[in-house]
């Protein structure tokens, strides 16, 4: 029976729905701000969020030259984010123990990350980092892994060489990811993805992790992700998918190297590099008295210490040249020094082993160019802890006291 009434497309009733809770944020921000100045200002929503995702980090930006410290405001919680350094520090340092992931942040990442260093809190969280502060302090871990990375540095420069000399386009940034997954990889399992040179079963864990990644990351600025997870569409069943392959490719790896080290084979199949990889020293460190070997600790510990290596890894070198290209005389200092702490070589595999661990101690302007690169374009330019008690934190720059209740901290 036909009516006066247009119809309406679901995605317009999906607009609308949220335009009136966008509404209804502001009109409640505004009758508890009158009673309450002592909270930061309000900026917007988390659907602004949404607007603004492919330029998520100039978004935040623009809003810090307007306030140093804002809230989001977002259904049912408040999301607060500051640069005042001061309270920067006050979260960080000074009472670091009164922030942690909580149980959002949790909520949001465990079903990629588990329960990893990225995700737990308290106890659980002290224990991962005693396990991997030892480790890495260890000098076998130390000599290994520059070895990793002195070889994967060398089959960047063949392919960046070769692509020069054809005069072939690279996407460099790319080719930087691969490298450094395969070196973190490398350090953490033992076993090379060899991405680089486009190994068909790495490539496709690598994209899997990075979707998932990506997919993870959507969930902050998504209200409805837990519907969508719910009814397993769009990128929550995206993400479904990409773990299945993460998990699949990370306990087959893990079991192997189990099986390896209690038969006694280690280092002898034909995939393992070096029984100085960190899966091989958690998985000593970690099996119980009875020989049991819990595979879910070890896939949540590894696949953590995999992803806090590459992407701030790659990122970084990444901005690095990308300023090197910008001050070639930079560039070419950086070079000088590079050639008086190497061996003089036409080969690029002999100078890579010649820049050992004490050849690059005296490498001080590489040191300070990456160092002023990484304060130029940090790795990590968000953090997010949440409050665990009631707290105070001084704003310098707002000139008076706000206090934190049940926030989100970013």
């Known amino acids: 029976m036909a009516t006066g009434m247009p119809e309406c497309s679901p995605a317009l009733l999906v607009a ?73 520090e006050y979260i960080l340092r000074t009472n670091f123990a009164n922030y942690g992931k909580g149980a959002s942040n949790y909520d949001k990442t465990s079903d990629l990350f588990g329960d ?46 070769g692509n020069a000399a054809a005069k072939q386009p690279m996407d460099f940034q790319d080719l930087l990811m691969k490298a450094t997954m395969d070196s973190i990889f490398t350090i953490a399992v033992g076993v090379d993805l060899d991405t680089l040179s486009g190994s068909e079963e790495g490539s496709r864990f690598a994209a899997a992790l990075d979707d998932a990644s990506e997919f993870t990351l959507l969930r902050f600025v998504n209200a409805f992700w837990k519907v969508s ?116 070589t036409s080969s690029i595999d002999d100078f890579s082993r010649s820049l050992t661990e004490e050849a690059l101690n005296k490498m001080h302007y590489l040191h300070a160019a990456l160092t002023e690169t990484l304060r130029l374009y940090p790795s990590l330019p968000l953090v997010s802890p949440s409050i665990y008690l009631e707290s105070t934190a001084h704003s310098k720059l707002a000139g008076i006291p706000w206090k934190i209740i049940t926030a989100d901290f970013f």
Request: proline share 2%; net charge neutral; hydrophobic share 45%.
């Open 16 to 88: 609308a729905g949220l335009a009136v809770l966008a509404i209804c944020s502001y009109l409640a921000a505004i009758v508890v701000g009158r009673g309450a100045a002592r909270y930061p200002p309000v900026a917007g929503t988390v659907f602004h969020q949404v607007y603004h995702l492919r330029r998520l980090h100039d978004y935040y930006t623009d809003l810090f030259r307007e306030h140093a410290t804002f809230r989001l405001l977002a259904p049912g919680r408040r999301q607060i984010y500051t640069s005042d350094t001061a309270v920067v």
């Open 116 to 161: 990893g260093i990225f995700t737990a809190d308290g106890d659980k969280w002290r224990q991962h980092r005693k396990i991997a502060s030892y480790d890495f302090s260890a000098r076998a871990l130390r000599d290994f892994s520059g070895g990793v990375f002195n070889r994967d540095a060398a089959k960047l420069a063949h392919i960046v060489s």
């Open 229 to 344: 997870r719910f009814l397993n569409v769009g990128a929550e069943a995206a993400l479904r998918r990409r773990i299945e392959v993460v998990d699949e490719f990370m306990y087959k790896r893990i079991r192997a190297r189990a099986e390896e080290i209690s038969d006694g084979d280690i280092g002898k199949a034909h995939d393992t590099v070096s029984k100085d990889d960190l899966l091989s020293r958690f998985i000593q460190a970690t099996t119980s008295d009875a020989g049991e070997v819990d595979y879910k600790h070890l896939r949540d510990m590894i696949l953590n210490i995999v992803m806090a290596g590459k992407d701030p890894t790659a990122g970084a070198l990444a901005w690095f040249l990308y300023m090197m290209c910008k001050h070639p005389e930079v560039q070419e200092k950086i070079s000088e020094e590079a050639a008086d702490a190497g061996e003089a």
